[in-house]
């Protein structure tokens, strides 16, 4: 099996999501951009998983599938909050409090 | 492919100590009868909730006493994965007192700001359900799930007051910083099961040398996941929530935040650290240390400039942080492990106990001053004498002032990092004084606003203090003052022989 290659893209995509968390100013992007990094994860755990021939990385992958489900729930709801209250998801707009 | 992976595992299931894991049960069957009671109860009478939720928390105080007479010292369940040790117990009591008291700090504030008091008391539960977890995880997995199940519900309590927009952005704050260092912190743990092919700590131990062949990946998987519980504890630079997270969310969420869920950062830190990575010191020490030098001085540098009480505290809380780290930061050298853990315990159980108390203080003053800002504390003495003198005797314990708690916090964080000695050693304990020093200078504005100043705009009619609040500065104020006068007290529940026995080692 071409594991390196899977860790390869791992790595690719964990950096395009930190990259986006970074520069991203919108709630939702910054959002898709966390997700991308879970699912960094989840191609690295379950490549090494077929490395090891264990089945370890496959369970943890599935963990981290249904509690990212739930943070991009809770996540969605906080920013449709924002939006009701400021009609903007623009983080930069986000300055009520400062020091 | 994992058909035939799975074919090769005998399957059997695993014998459950049902002891061992009562507490969480009462809290899980807890959980479900709140959200059943409060489906059935009228608007007016929603402080059941309330009250049946301080009862869960004390009940799942009682297995946790009666495991901690039982003759089984070490507990180990599902193959070493979760332990329920001297360690584990003493934090497990610990997260659950502190949960009673964040019940009482929020009885009348929930009340009567309206906020949807059964789905509160549920979420606070659930949080404290995944911090009572954390204490006995030994494995990346429940690790990585009971710190979701114990920051989801902090991320919903932070935006809990859904129209204001403070109450938002402090909210989402919490929430983006919070899953992303997370996302970072299970990018290090899937490396780390690459790199060892096990997801149980004390594996993860035995393999990880930081040496051969692959030594860079294992650093690296190393810091990522040291990242996400650094963001946790608000460790500087992982710490700009912090303070706009506090100053937002609802004053009894601010409380639990600074308080139990930075301990619970703590729990795990100290596990990774003592459990999974023994030797690979020379990576996370040099990390631990700069991460306390700078998290000690840049908190206590900005706390010196807030006017609000309230921000003033948060960074105050991130400066105790770097203190908190300040012997994990050498707790690699020598024999330094042991008066290392000691410390980190006894700290956080201190640092609860005065931090909950002075929180509840500036939640019972608040309520006719309005404010947050430090100056309208002006005269608190004069017009309220209990809770002027009570706020006294917190800040001089969170200044480290004999004879009070944080006195004996302190003392046992110095003298873990000054037996570790070594250049590293004293330049860090150099650095803590300094720091130390330093936080006088706001501890100490805040008394003479209190003492000195005269009310502003004249308003001296008496505060009147609910009893639930009463009831928790009693707690936190007998404890402030115990642990410090009978240093002892507190001293044994970070007694090493029985700690360092401790994770199934």
């Known amino acids: 099996m071409l594991t390196t290659q899977f860790l390869l893209l791992g790595a690719v995509l964990f950096c395009i999501g930190v990259y986006g968390v970074l520069a991203r100013k919108n709630a939702v992007m910054v959002l898709m951009s966390i997700e991308l990094i879970l699912n960094s994860v989840n191609i690295n755990l379950l490549a090494f998983s077929v490395r090891h021939g264990s089945v370890d990385g496959n369970t943890f992958a599935l963990y981290v599938i249904a509690i990212a489900a739930a943070e991009v729930g809770v996540g969605l709801a906080m920013v449709l909050l924002i939006y009701r209250n400021r009609r903007t998801i623009a983080l930069d707009d986000l300055s009520e409090m400062k020091g | ?505």
């Open chain 2, 1 to 505: 492919m994992l058909h035939s992976i799975l074919a090769q595992i005998p399957w059997k299931s695993p014998s459950v100590d049902y002891h061992a894991i009562a507490p969480e049960i009462i809290l899980a069957g807890g959980i479900c009868l709140i959200i059943l009671v409060d489906l059935f109860t009228s608007e007016t009478k929603k402080w059941i909730t309330a009250s049946l939720t301080g009862f869960v928390m004390l009940g799942a105080l009682v297995p946790v006493l009666t495991l901690a007479v039982s003759d089984i010292n070490v507990r180990s369940l599902f193959d070493g994965r979760y332990v329920v040790d001297e360690f584990a117990l003493t934090l497990k009591a610990l997260f659950l007192i502190a949960g009673y008291v964040v019940v009482l700090l929020s009885q009348n504030h929930v009340e009567e700001g309206d906020y949807y008091q059964g789905e509160y008391y549920t979420l606070l539960l659930a949080s404290v359900a995944g911090m009572v977890m954390m204490a006995s995880s030994r494995d990346l997995v429940s690790i990585f799930v009971s710190l979701e199940m114990l920051s989801i519900p902090g991320y919903m309590l932070a935006a809990w007051r859904k129209r204001d927009r403070k109450s938002n952005e402090a909210g989402i704050k919490y929430y983006l910083l919070g899953v992303f260092a997370s996302a970072i912190m299970l990018y290090g743990m899937s490396l780390l099961y690459g790199v060892t092919n096990s997801t149980l700590l004390s594996d993860i131990g035995r393999e990880l040398t930081v040496k051969g062949q692959f030594g860079g990946v294992q650093a690296l998987a190393i810091t990522f996941t040291l990242v996400g519980f650094a963001f946790k504890v608000s460790a500087v630079p992982f710490h700009s929530w912090a303070p706009d997270t506090y100053e937002g969310a609802p004053l009894p969420v601010t409380a639990f935040l600074s308080v139990a869920s930075k301990a619970a950062g703590f729990v795990a830190l100290v596990t990774l650290i003592y459990v999974g990575f023994p030797q690979a010191q020379d990576v996370w020490q040099p990390f631990l240390w700069v991460l306390a030098a700078i998290t000690m001085t840049v908190g206590n540098l900005l706390a010196l400039r807030q006017t609000n009480i309230v921000r003033m505290l948060a960074y105050s809380s991130i400066s105790q942080g770097g203190f908190i780290l300040m012997p994990l930061a050498v707790a690699g050298t020598g024999d330094a492990a042991g008066p290392a853990l000691q410390s980190v315990v006894v700290y956080l159980i201190v640092y609860a106990a005065m931090n909950l108390g002075m929180f509840a203080v500036v939640i019972a003053a608040s309520r006719t001053t309005r404010s947050g800002e430090i100056s309208s504390f002006g005269g608190l003495f004069s017009y309220a004498p209990g809770l002027g003198v009570l706020m006294t005797i917190f800040l001089a314990s969170l200044a480290g002032i004999p004879p009070l708690g944080g006195w004996i916090a302190k003392f046992t964080a110095f003298r873990a990092v000054l037996e570790a000695g070594g250049n590293w050693g004293y330049a860090l304990a150099i650095i803590g004084a300094v720091n130390s020093v330093i936080a006088f200078g706001y501890y100490g504005s805040i008394m003479r606003e209190i003492w000195m100043r005269p009310a502003p705009n004249g308003e001296t009619s008496a505060v009147k203090t609910p009893s639930s609040l009463i009831a928790a500065m009693v707690i936190t104020t007998t404890a402030t003052i115990v642990f410090g006068v009978l240093p002892g007290a507190v001293l044994r529940f970070g007694d090493l022989a029985d700690l360092t026995g401790a994770f199934g080692r």
